[in-house]
Nanobody, 120 residues
Framework: QLQASGGGLVQAGGSLRLSCLAS????????MGWFRQAPGKEREFVAH????????HYADSVKGRFTIDRDNAKNTLYLQMNSLKPEDTAVYYC???????????????WGQGTLVTVSS
């Protein structure tokens, strides 16, 4: 089970840090990712990180502003979001899968989502 938290309302240019706590099973061997879904739009890839944290990949839209990280000892995935823009407004989901992929269909486990709203 994955539980995302940390969303909220922030002004443009601000920062938020999302967390995703894994429970019920060990996700330390899984690729972990963040996706987001804005109102009326399809779910889109944000970032993913390998099981050991050695490799990360970001969507072009967030590269240089967002940082994905994980602490396997705490079973927790993070997404540090800086320089937020109104277009970052979305429900953010964490996910776990076997492969490093930007495709949501490649992920087997999903959190419930946390809402991030960026005001202009």
């Amino acid at each position: 089970q994955l539980q995302a938290s940390g969303g909220g309302l922030v002004q443009a240019g601000g920062s938020l840090r999302l967390s995703c706590l894994a429970s019920g099973r060990t996700f330390s061997s899984y690729v972990m990712g963040w996706f987001r879904q804005a109102p009326g739009k399809e779910r889109e890839f944000v970032a993913h990180i390998t099981w050991d944290g050695d490799s990360t990949h970001y969507a072009d839209s967030v590269k240089g502003r967002f940082t994905i990280d994980r602490d396997n000892a705490k079973n927790t995935l993070y997404l540090q979001m800086n320089s937020l823009k109104p277009e970052d407004t979305a429900v953010y989901y964490c996910a776990a899968g076997e492969f490093s992929s930007i495709r949501a269909s490649e992920y087997d486990y999903w959190g419930q989502g946390t809402l991030v709203t960026v005001s202009s």
